[in-house]
């Protein structure tokens, strides 16, 4: 059964109505035609049998007694096979102008009279009907032999949509899309390849989470325990000492702060292809857009060595470098300069240190950096000094 409103149906409503339209306009030219043809045809006999006439009508002219015409057997009956009808013989002193349906020859005789011979053209008329009927019914065949062959090779065609449309209900984790004809067309094969090429990322995706959680649960374990230590030993030895609890704890919060934050930057892979792309450019308007932040802290910037084009994911990068001189933004000292070098497919970030520790310094900030490197292709370096911190990219 065919929806209404259904691709198939569609397609195939689309080509009858191109037809019916080719149909009209052959239509309308073959009448043009057929009445052309029938008409001059009927026009050169009409002028043929009044020639003929003329030597019986040229003695008497006018006050010939054209009867004998009508008696002539050839003379009828080959006007009449040619469709004349109503065949009247008659003469009148000025040009007969023929009336409405009326097919007229005239001679004019030599005292200026007109021989005229008339016919209706009913017959003409009769007979481009009857073509118009025939080829209706021929259409009206043809429209249902090609709807009914359209539907068939059009559900051939499309067959392999629907497979993929039940594949994409009863998905499991694992599944590829597969086609199970072999003539299939390109383009739904390239259907199949895109909807492959998706899964994968998304599956790829939900594994990132799973490393994501599984490594931010083991990590965040640690500091949580050692809080819960501490509470306890607080609770139980009344000579602690209350300051040094407070800076323990407030060395704690620290480090679980910034592990959770690091584990809040995870979010940060995107689907993208690759493209070229100039890193000056990119680094400059990512830096455009957090220059409120750098003036608020009486931080500058500066940008060294030469502009390289870079062909990987785009938005990851920016998403990366972003994350990159945050960090460096956030924890490099007031009213410091913060470095950026680029030189032979490398970008190095260098801050000076202010207070806090730098969200890269965490085990979880470095594990980023490693996926990262993987998705974008390069390796990486951190170089955590007494008085500065720098984060070196070294793209492949």
Known sequence: MIKLYSLKSRIILFFLLLSSVYFIINMILNIIYIHNEKREGLEILMSHAINESYDYVKKYQEKTNLFFLYEIPHMTSVLEKSGARNIEFFFTPKEYKPQKNEIVVSKKLPNGYYFNLKSTDNEIKKHIYEAIFKSTMQHLLYLVIFGILGMYFIHKMLLPLSHIAQQCKNYKDGNEFYLNDRFVSSEIEELKRVLNTLVRRFEELRKK???????????????????????????????????????????????????????????????????????????????????????????????????????????????????????????????????????NKTLKVRNIKGSGNNLFSSKLGTKILKKLSIELEFTFNIKDKKDSYEVAIYFN
Do not use: C, W
């Open 209 to 343: 989470d799973k490393e994501i959680f599984a490594e931010a649960t083991h990590e965040l374990k640690t500091p949580l325990a050692i809080i819960k230590a501490r509470v306890d030993s607080y609770k139980e030895n009344e000579s602690h000492s209350k300051n040094k609890f407070i800076d323990s704890i407030n060395e704690d919060i620290k480090r679980l702060y910034l592990e959770i934050k690091s584990m809040l930057y995870f979010n940060i892979f995107d689907f993208d292809e690759k493209e070229e792309f100039s890193i000056l450019d990119e680094i400059k308007q990512s830096i455009l857009k957090v220059e409120i932040l750098l003036k608020a802290r009486g931080l500058e910037y500066e940008i060294n060595g030469s502009d390289f084009m870079l062909e990987t994911r785009k938005k990851l990068f920016i998403k990366m470098f972003n994350s990159i001189f945050e960090n460096a933004l956030t924890y490099a000292k007031e009213n410091s300069k913060i470095i950026i070098e680029l030189e």
